[in-house]
């Protein structure tokens, strides 16, 4: 970090602060309105591809549509879409976005989450308000309002400042202090503004002592293979629990149980998916990550298995509208089951999958990771129409046995991070602490002996010697002092 010179010479302003011996430590505000609008822009992709899966779902039940696009059934005298047309007007999308979680480095946290679920609620209702229209306006004008969006982003980007971060590598500090003040709504001498630039110069300095590292470290590094595989099984797991089975072919599948308008129950589930998106929020802070992801991929499994055997036993499937129980007990296994998503998978495994990995590696781990979240994303979009016409609504079955094998992977696999440091985390991987017993876990406390020989050794000089000879009691006493507040300190590492 800079020195006291260097920072009075960078902020003439907090001289006299700095001179004096302090920072300012009132508490910073909890948010600004520049960081809001920062945290909105940076998760703006979220919103796009959310308001993508939404639409798109709504695409598929629009007669101009399938007329333009859809193939003609002279029998029936009807236009359909072909097993292979549905699942490639679907999953397209997720190719380029295949790509793009391999080229850059991600932005994985919550907010881009909950406005991924925005998204989606936002797409529905607009379905819902153009369905009726007879011309191509039913469905152009939701894709005309898709392009807002990038349109938002795009013109956000330009007046966005650089990062901090780097702004600090690229030795701006001046104006990354700027920056960061302006976030967080301090003055440039606040104490936050010093701590995260003595953190910035720490990483830094780590990262030019251990030089470039190779790409293959992430399977040949300190425990590395078995947290790069288990980050591209978390996110993979995170589509294999069957959510975008009902986000994108819900007005398909409702309408065929003889709803009379499958786009209301879409904005039901819309719904559903931006309400329990916040207590999930808060529930990872609360219970932590293990028992969540747990619990939730249970309840997921269970609601799949309720909605497969009604679908596929009590549903008739010829005509629905005989069996109007069924079709009302499968939407409703269906909100529970986005309930549960959306409070647990949805956000969650972002974060647990960040905290797998050390910062060395975290962006190309998370690169691979979230590749395999956007394959799955396609693969199911694009083999549903071909699976559910062989086999309709015992679908389902495979997805349950993919949450049960979730919370499995989750329940012997994943360390439970909450409350610990990134450091932390990973001295326990490498450790391989039982992942059941992460929780209770505890950094080892140094023995007594090694203690006792560094007290001895740091005694060792002349002015300790001094004050041992004039005080021998009181340093007894402040040594057998400064070991308790040592082993107190160790304790409450974790």
């Known amino acids: 970090m800079s020195t006291a010179n260097d920072f009075t010479t960078e902020m003439p302003h907090?001289?006299?602060?700095?001179?004096?011996?302090?920072?300012?430590?009132?508490?910073?505000?909890?948010?600004?309105?520049?960081?809001?609008?920062?945290?909105?822009?940076?998760?703006?992709?979220?919103?796009?591809?959310?308001?993508?899966?939404?639409?798109?779902?709504g695409f598929l039940a629009m007669d101009n549509f399938r007329q333009r696009f859809g193939e003609y059934d002279a029998i029936t005298g009807l236009y359909y879409f072909s097993n292979v047309r549905a699942g490639l007007i679907v999953g397209l999308l997720a190719i380029?976005?295949?790509?793009?979680?391999?080229?850059a480095a991600p932005i994985a946290n919550r907010c881009f989450q909950l406005l991924i679920t925005l998204g989606i609620l936002v797409a529905n209702i607009i379905n819902f308000g153009t369905e009726?229209?007879?011309?191509?306006?039913?469905?152009?004008?939701?894709?005309?309002?898709?392009?807002?969006?990038?349109l938002i982003l795009g013109i956000g980007m330009v007046f966005m400042p650089e990062s901090p971060k780097y702004m600090f590598r690229e030795n701006r500090k001046t104006e990354a202090r700027e920056v960061m003040c302006s976030y967080l709504g301090v003055a440039q001498n606040h104490s936050t503004v010093a701590k995260e630039f003595r953190e910035m110069e720490q990483k830094l300095n780590d990262e030019e002592a251990s030089g470039d590292r190779p790409w293959y470290e992430i399977f040949t590094g300190p425990r590395m293979a078995y947290r790069t595989l288990l980050g591209i099984a978390l996110m993979s797991f995170q589509q294999l629990t069957g959510a975008n089975f009902f986000f994108y072919y819900g007005t398909v599948i409702f309408g065929a149980t003889g709803m009379d308008n499958p786009f209301v129950i879409q904005i039901i589930l819309g719904t559903v998916n931006v309400v329990c998106t916040f207590p999930g929020l808060w529930m990872i802070e609360k219970f932590g990550r293990r028992p969540c992801l747990i619990i939730g991929a249970t309840w997921m499994c269970m609601c799949f298995l309720v909605f497969a055997s009604v679908g596929h036993s009590a549903l008739d499937q010829?005509?629905?509208?005989?069996?109007?129980?069924?079709?009302?007990?499968?939407?409703?296994?269906?909100?529970?089951f986005i309930a549960a998503?959306?409070?647990?998978?949805?956000?969650?495994?972002?974060?647990?999958?960040?905290?797998?990995?050390?910062?060395?590696?975290?962006?190309?781990?998370?690169?691979?990771?979230?590749?395999?979240?956007?394959?799955?994303?396609?693969?199911?979009?694009?083999?549903?129409?071909?699976?559910?016409?062989?086999?309709?609504?015992?679908?389902?079955?495979?997805?349950?046995?993919?949450?049960?094998?979730?919370?499995?992977?989750?329940?012997f696999f994943?360390?439970?991070?909450?409350g610990r440091t990134m450091e932390e985390?990973?001295?326990?991987?490498?450790?391989?602490?039982?992942?059941?017993?992460?929780?209770?876990?505890?950094?080892?406390?140094?023995?007594?002996?090694?203690?006792?020989?560094?007290?001895?050794?740091?005694?060792?000089?002349?002015?300790?010697?001094?004050?041992?000879?004039?005080?021998?009691?009181?340093?007894?006493?402040?040594?057998?002092?400064?070991?308790?507040?040592?082993?107190e300190s160790q304790a409450q590492y974790v």
């Open 132 to 150: 009726r229209i007879e011309s191509s306006a039913s469905w152009r004008i939701t894709l005309g309002i898709s392009f807002l969006w990038p």
């Open 425 to 487: 985390v990973d001295n326990m991987y490498v450790a391989r602490v039982k992942p059941w017993q992460s929780s209770c876990w505890t950094a080892p406390v140094r023995d007594d002996t090694a203690r006792a020989e560094s007290g001895a050794a740091a005694s060792d000089s002349g002015a300790a010697k001094e004050l041992e000879t004039s005080e021998p009691e009181q340093n007894t006493m402040t040594a057998a002092g400064n070991d308790d507040e040592e082993w």
């Open 341 to 411: 998503f959306a409070s647990t998978w949805g956000p969650m495994v972002w974060g647990v999958t960040a905290d797998l990995y050390p910062a060395r590696y975290r962006a190309i781990c998370m690169s691979l990771a979230i590749a395999s979240n956007w394959s799955w994303v396609f693969m199911i979009a694009f083999f549903t129409p071909f699976v559910t016409s062989a086999i309709d609504y015992r679908y389902g079955y495979l997805f349950a046995a993919c949450c049960a094998t979730a919370a499995a992977t989750v329940y």
């Open 318 to 336: 010829q005509d629905p509208e005989r069996t109007p129980k069924a079709g009302a007990a499968m939407i409703v296994f269906a909100c529970l």
């Open 96 to 103: 380029g976005n295949l790509f793009g979680a391999l080229i």
């Open 14 to 57: 907090a001289a006299v602060v700095v001179e004096n011996g302090g920072h300012d430590e009132s508490p910073p505000p909890y948010y600004t309105t520049r960081t809001l609008i920062m945290t909105i822009l940076a998760s703006m992709g979220g919103l796009i591809f959310g308001f993508d899966v939404g639409q798109i779902s």
């Open 414 to 418: 994943v360390i439970e991070p909450k």
